[in-house]
């Protein structure tokens, strides 16, 4: 049982180029989020998924873009990158069953270092 | 504790004594809360949480209060030890139908020999 499983671990981009941090969970979960943080602060809520084919954004969800076209898989895309998106990256997932007295526990990956210069 | 900001608050401990580490939330609508420890390159890991209608909950070495009346949390860690040192984000949960988790900026804690 791997958990949350994020690639690439690093990657160093040129401004404008475009790439996908992948992520998968193998724990069936329905929730799926993307933060990023940057140096010395908290998770900012980039876009998250309630289940296969729905997507929402998040607070900071310019100049990305995401899918989820099966529960597993949540790959989040970056569009013509920017310096404002060196940062690392963290995918997140949860199983809400709703109800209240649910809980919504959210597990994290190792993170993807980016640096676009 | 944790604020907003560029600096992110530090807490040094002695090996052995107890810490406590305090965080203020925003939101009086938010009903729980998570505590995440986040070591050197790693993501965070999950350590205790409590909803809105308990004061405490303990787990192992950790001990959470909550206090509504001021929306303030606190993680109490027994007998620190070298592996505690880390960040230590607090978390409230929003009552919206996505259960979003709204991070607080993390205090690092140093355990010194």
């Known amino acids: 049982n791997a958990g949350v499983t994020q690639t690439p671990k690093f990657r160093i981009l040129k401004i404008g180029q475009s790439m996908t941090l992948q992520c998968t969970q193998d724990?069936?979960?329905?929730?799926m989020y993307w933060y990023r943080q940057d140096p010395g602060m908290g998770l900012k809520l980039i876009y998250y998924?309630?289940?296969?084919?729905?997507?929402d954004k998040g607070e900071v969800p310019n100049g990305y873009n995401v899918s989820r076209s099966t529960t597993e898989d949540f790959p989040l895309r970056l569009e013509l990158a920017a310096p404002s998106q060196t940062s690392v990256y963290f995918c997140?997932?949860?199983?809400?069953?709703?109800?209240?007295?649910?809980?919504?526990?959210?597990?994290f990956g190792a993170g993807t270092r980016l640096s676009v210069l | 504790g944790e604020s907003v900001g560029l600096h992110l608050p530090t807490l040094s401990v002695q090996e052995g004594d107890n810490s406590i580490i305090n965080c203020a939330y925003s939101n009086s609508a938010s009903d729980y809360f998570i505590w995440y420890k986040q070591e050197s390159g790693k993501g965070p890991q999950f350590i205790i949480d409590?909803?809105?209608?308990?004061d405490k909950r303990q787990g192992q070495r950790v001990t959470v209060l909550l206090n509504k009346t001021v929306k303030h949390l606190s993680l109490q860690i027994a007998a620190t030890q070298p592996g505690d040192s880390a960040v230590y984000f607090c978390a409230e949960h929003s009552s919206g139908s996505a259960r979003q988790l709204t991070f607080g900026s993390g205090t690092q804690l140093t355990v010194l020999p």
């Open positions: 409590i909803r809105s209608n308990m």
């Open positions: 998924s309630v289940g296969a084919g729905i997507t």
């Open positions: 724990m069936n979960h329905n929730y």
């Open positions: 997140a997932s949860s199983h809400w069953a709703g109800g209240v007295d649910a809980k919504n526990i959210q597990y």
